[in-house]
C-alpha cells in the first residue's frame, strides 16, 4: 500500500499482520470446548441485579502444557457470561486489580453514556497513584477518571440479543483484549423465550479470537505497554492489524464438543481483534451442513434465514440454529474458517455422539420489531482511511484522527438517518448505543448475512456500505469507530453525540 504499510489487504477483506507462534501448535479438535461460568448477582443495588467483578491476572493453559497470563474478567478468559432479562436493570462493579487502567464498554448495549465506557473514563488501578492522565499532542483529553471501582448502570431495556463485553481504553483496546479482556452478554425477553429454540445444555457460546504465542507460552503481541501508533517500526507494520496462528473458542484452541443428534443453537462472537472469517460447516464426504440464522447483533431476526456460509467481521455477531439430526451418529461435522489457511481454517468441531429426542423448534416467524427503517433526507458519509494522527501516522474517518474532545456530528434522537460508510481497506464500522440496519452494499442489495438489527457491518475494501441509523431516547457522548481494534487504537474512532 502507498504507505508503506506490509500489512495484509485482501480483496477478501482480511487486513491485517500475521504473527506466528513461537511454540509447536497442538493438533486440533483435540481440547474440549469449554463453556464459560455464568455470572452470578451478588446483592441488588436500588432494583437492579448487582454484579461485581474484579479484573485480574491469572495464570491458564490454553496451550496445552503451557501457562499463558491472561487478564481478565474474574481472571478468566472469555471472561464469564452475563445472562440478563430485557427490562430488569443490572449494575455492574468492576473493580481493577491490573497494572494499568480499564475502561469496559458493553457492546451492544442501549447504554446511558456515562455506564458505556467512555474510552477516557479511566478505572485506575486499586491503590495506583500514578498519574495516568491522557495528554495527546499537548493536548489534554477529557474523561471521568476514577480509582479503583466503577459502576456501570445497565438498563437493559433492549430486546434480546448476543451482546459482548470488552475493554475500550483509548489507544489500549487491542492489547488489553488481546489479553483477555471480553466475555459475552446474552440479554433475554419473553418473546424469545416463548420460541421454543433450543435451550440449556443445547445452546452454546462460541466465542471466536485468533492469538499468537511466545515461547514462554505468553500472548504474542507487538506493543504492550506503549500505543502502537509511537513504536517506531511497529506502526507500519502492524497498522492494518494484529492476526494470530491459533484460532481459539471459549478461550481454548480448535476445540472439540460432543453433541446429540439435535438442534443446537450456537451464539457467535467474532472478538478477534483483526481476523475476518467465514464459516462454514464441513460434513465429510458432504455437501456443508446448512444452517439456520435466527439472530444476528441485535438480536432476532424477523423470520429464519437459510445460510451456508457466514461472513463475520470483528465484532459481529450471528445467532445460528444447527440441526445435527441431519447427519449420522458418529458423525463429525467440523466448523471451518474458508477465509483462514493453514492453521487459521481450523476453528471448532462438533462429535455427533447420540440420537436424542428434540423437543425445540424454529418457528417460521421469529420476531415483530424488526420493521425497516425508513430513512428521512439526511445522508452523513463517513469516509475510513489511512491518515495523519497528530505527527504519525494511522486511521481516519473524514480525515479526522480520533479527537474526544470534539463531536464529529451531533445527530436528532428520532430521526432516521442514512450513513453512508466508505473504505478504502476492510473496516468493521461499529457503532455505540442503538443498532442500524444495512440498506445497501455499494447501491446493490446487503448480503444475507446482513439482515436484521446490526451494531457492525463489515465494509470490504472500497466499498459503500449505506445503513439506516436511528438513536431512540438516549441522550450523551458517544463513539463510532472500525471494530478492527488495531485501527482504532490508531485513532479510527469518532466522537458524536446524541441530542
Ligand atoms: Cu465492541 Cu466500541 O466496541
Ligand atoms: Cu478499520
Same mark, same amino acid.
Given at each position: 500500500?502507498? =504507505?508503506?504499510?506490509? %500489512? /495484509?489487504?485482501?480483496?477478501?477483506?482480511?487486513?491485517?499482520?500475521?504473527?506466528?507462534?513461537?511454540?509447536?501448535?497442538?493438533?486440533?479438535?483435540?481440547?474440549?470446548?469449554?463453556?464459560?461460568?455464568?455470572?452470578?448477582?451478588? %446483592?441488588?443495588?436500588?432494583?437492579?441485579?448487582?454484579? @461485581?467483578?474484579t479484573?485480574?491476572?491469572?495464570?491458564? @493453559?490454553?496451550?496445552? $502444557?503451557?501457562?499463558?497470563?491472561?487478564?481478565?474478567?474474574? %481472571?478468566? +478468559?472469555?471472561?464469564?457470561?452475563?445472562?440478563t432479562?430485557?427490562?430488569?436493570?443490572?449494575?455492574?462493579?468492576?473493580?481493577?486489580? /491490573?497494572?494499568?487502567?480499564?475502561?469496559?464498554?458493553?457492546?451492544? *448495549?442501549?447504554?446511558?453514556?456515562?455506564?458505556?465506557?467512555?474510552?477516557l473514563?479511566?478505572?485506575?488501578?486499586?491503590?495506583?497513584?500514578?498519574?495516568?492522565?491522557?495528554?495527546?499532542?499537548?493536548?489534554?483529553?477529557?474523561?471521568?477518571?476514577?480509582?479503583?471501582?466503577?459502576?456501570? #448502570?445497565?438498563?437493559?431495556?433492549?430486546?434480546?440479543?448476543?451482546?459482548w463485553?470488552?475493554?475500550?481504553?483509548m489507544?489500549?483496546?487491542?492489547?488489553?483484549?488481546y489479553?483477555?479482556?471480553?466475555?459475552?452478554?446474552?440479554?433475554?425477553?419473553?418473546?424469545?423465550?416463548?420460541? $421454543?429454540?433450543?435451550?440449556?445444555? #443445547?445452546?452454546?457460546?462460541?466465542?471466536? =479470537?485468533?492469538?499468537? +504465542?511466545?515461547?514462554? *507460552?505468553?500472548?504474542?503481541?507487538?506493543?504492550?505497554?506503549?500505543?502502537?501508533r509511537?513504536?517506531?517500526?511497529?506502526?507500519?507494520?502492524?497498522m492494518?492489524?494484529?492476526?494470530?496462528?491459533?484460532?481459539?473458542?471459549?478461550?481454548?484452541?480448535?476445540?472439540? #464438543?460432543?453433541?446429540?443428534?439435535?438442534?443446537?443453537?450456537l451464539? &457467535?462472537?467474532?472478538?478477534?481483534?483483526?481476523?475476518?472469517?467465514?464459516?462454514?460447516?464441513?460434513?465429510?464426504?458432504?455437501p456443508?451442513?446448512?444452517?439456520?440464522?435466527?439472530?444476528?447483533?441485535?438480536?432476532?431476526?424477523?423470520?429464519?434465514?437459510?445460510?451456508?456460509?457466514? !461472513?463475520?467481521?470483528?465484532?459481529?455477531?450471528?445467532?445460528v440454529?444447527?440441526?445435527?439430526?441431519?447427519?449420522?451418529?458418529?458423525? @463429525?461435522?467440523?466448523?471451518?474458517?474458508?477465509?483462514g489457511?493453514?492453521?487459521?481454517?481450523?476453528?471448532?468441531?462438533?462429535?455427533?455422539?447420540?440420537?436424542?429426542?428434540?423437543?425445540?423448534?424454529?418457528?417460521?416467524?421469529?420476531?415483530?420489531?424488526?420493521?425497516?427503517l425508513?430513512?428521512?433526507?439526511?445522508?452523513?458519509? +463517513?469516509? +475510513? $482511511?489511512?491518515?495523519?494522527? $497528530?505527527?504519525?501516522?494511522?486511521?481516519?474517518?473524514?480525515?479526522?484522527?480520533?479527537?474526544?474532545?470534539?463531536? /464529529?456530528?451531533?445527530?436528532? /434522537? %428520532?430521526?432516521?438517518?442514512?450513513?453512508?460508510?466508505?473504505?478504502?481497506?476492510?473496516?468493521?464500522?461499529?457503532?455505540h448505543? !442503538?443498532?442500524?440496519?444495512?440498506?445497501?452494499?455499494?447501491?446493490?442489495?446487503?448480503?444475507?448475512?446482513?439482515?436484521?438489527w446490526?451494531?457492525?457491518?463489515?465494509?470490504?475494501?472500497? @466499498?459503500?456500505?449505506?445503513?439506516?441509523?436511528?438513536?431512540?431516547?438516549?441522550?450523551?457522548?458517544?463513539?463510532?469507530?472500525? #471494530?478492527?481494534?488495531?485501527?482504532? !487504537?490508531?485513532?479510527?474512532?469518532?466522537? &458524536?453525540?446524541?441530542?
Open positions: 500500500a502507498g =504507505c508503506g504499510a506490509v %500489512g /495484509l489487504d485482501t480483496p477478501a477483506g482480511q487486513t491485517g499482520e500475521m504473527l506466528t507462534s513461537a511454540v509447536p501448535l497442538p493438533a486440533p479438535y483435540r481440547v474440549p470446548l469449554p463453556i464459560p461460568a455464568v455470572a452470578r448477582p451478588t %446483592g441488588t443495588l436500588g432494583g437492579a441485579d448487582l454484579y @461485581e467483578i479484573q485480574r491476572t491469572a495464570d491458564v @493453559e490454553i496451550i496445552p $502444557g503451557l501457562r499463558t497470563t491472561i487478564w481478565g474478567y474474574d %481472571g478468566t +478468559f472469555p471472561g464469564p457470561t452475563f445472562e432479562w430485557s427490562g430488569r436493570p443490572v449494575v455492574v462493579r468492576h473493580t481493577n486489580r /491490573l497494572p494499568v487502567p480499564t475502561v469496559v464498554h458493553l457492546h451492544g *448495549g442501549h447504554t446511558p453514556s456515562d455506564s458505556d465506557g467512555w474510552p473514563d479511566l478505572v485506575l488501578p486499586v491503590g495506583d497513584t500514578s498519574n495516568w492522565a491522557h495528554v495527546h499532542n499537548g493536548v489534554p483529553m477529557v474523561g471521568n477518571t476514577i480509582a479503583g471501582t466503577r459502576e456501570h #448502570h445497565y438498563p437493559m431495556s433492549q430486546r434480546a440479543a448476543t451482546l463485553y470488552h475493554d475500550h481504553r489507544d489500549f483496546t487491542a492489547p488489553n483484549v489479553r483477555g479482556l471480553a466475555g459475552m452478554h446474552l440479554v433475554r425477553d419473553d418473546v424469545e423465550d416463548a420460541l $421454543g429454540l433450543p435451550a440449556g445444555d #443445547h445452546e452454546l457460546p462460541l466465542f471466536v =479470537c485468533d492469538r499468537a +504465542f511466545a515461547a514462554d *507460552g505468553s500472548f504474542d503481541y507487538p506493543s504492550l505497554d506503549r500505543t502502537l509511537t513504536v517506531p517500526g511497529v506502526e507500519d507494520r502492524y492494518s492489524g494484529v492476526l494470530g496462528d491459533v484460532v481459539l473458542v471459549n478461550g481454548a484452541p480448535w476445540p472439540v #464438543h460432543e453433541v446429540d443428534g439435535t438442534r443446537y443453537r451464539r &457467535i462472537v467474532n472478538g478477534s481483534n483483526a481476523r475476518r472469517y467465514s464459516f462454514a460447516l464441513r460434513v465429510p464426504g458432504g456443508d451442513l446448512p444452517f439456520t440464522q435466527v439472530g444476528s447483533d441485535g438480536g432476532l431476526l424477523a423470520a429464519p434465514v437459510r445460510q451456508t456460509a457466514l !461472513d463475520a467481521a470483528p465484532g459481529e455477531r450471528f445467532d440454529v444447527v440441526d445435527f439430526a441431519a447427519v449420522p451418529v458418529g458423525t @463429525e461435522v467440523t466448523m471451518v474458517n474458508t477465509l489457511t493453514g492453521s487459521t481454517a481450523d476453528v471448532v468441531r462438533f462429535h455427533v455422539v447420540r440420537a436424542a429426542r428434540d423437543d425445540s423448534r424454529v418457528p417460521a416467524r421469529l420476531a415483530d420489531d424488526v420493521a425497516p425508513v430513512p428521512g433526507p439526511v445522508v452523513r458519509e +463517513f469516509a +475510513f $482511511g489511512r491518515g495523519a494522527v $497528530g505527527d504519525t501516522r494511522g486511521w481516519t474517518i473524514n480525515g479526522h484522527a480520533f479527537d474526544p474532545n470534539s463531536s /464529529l456530528a451531533d445527530i436528532p /434522537l %428520532g430521526q432516521v438517518e442514512t450513513w453512508r460508510f466508505r473504505s478504502d481497506v476492510h473496516h468493521p464500522v461499529h457503532v448505543l !442503538d443498532p442500524f440496519q444495512v440498506l445497501a452494499r455499494d447501491g446493490k442489495p446487503p448480503r444475507p448475512t446482513d439482515v436484521g446490526k451494531d457492525t457491518v463489515d465494509v470490504l475494501p472500497a @466499498e459503500i456500505v449505506d445503513v439506516a441509523v436511528r438513536f431512540t431516547d438516549l441522550a450523551g457522548r458517544y463513539v463510532f469507530h472500525c #471494530h478492527n481494534l488495531e485501527h482504532e !487504537d490508531m485513532a479510527m474512532m469518532a466522537t &458524536i453525540r446524541t441530542v
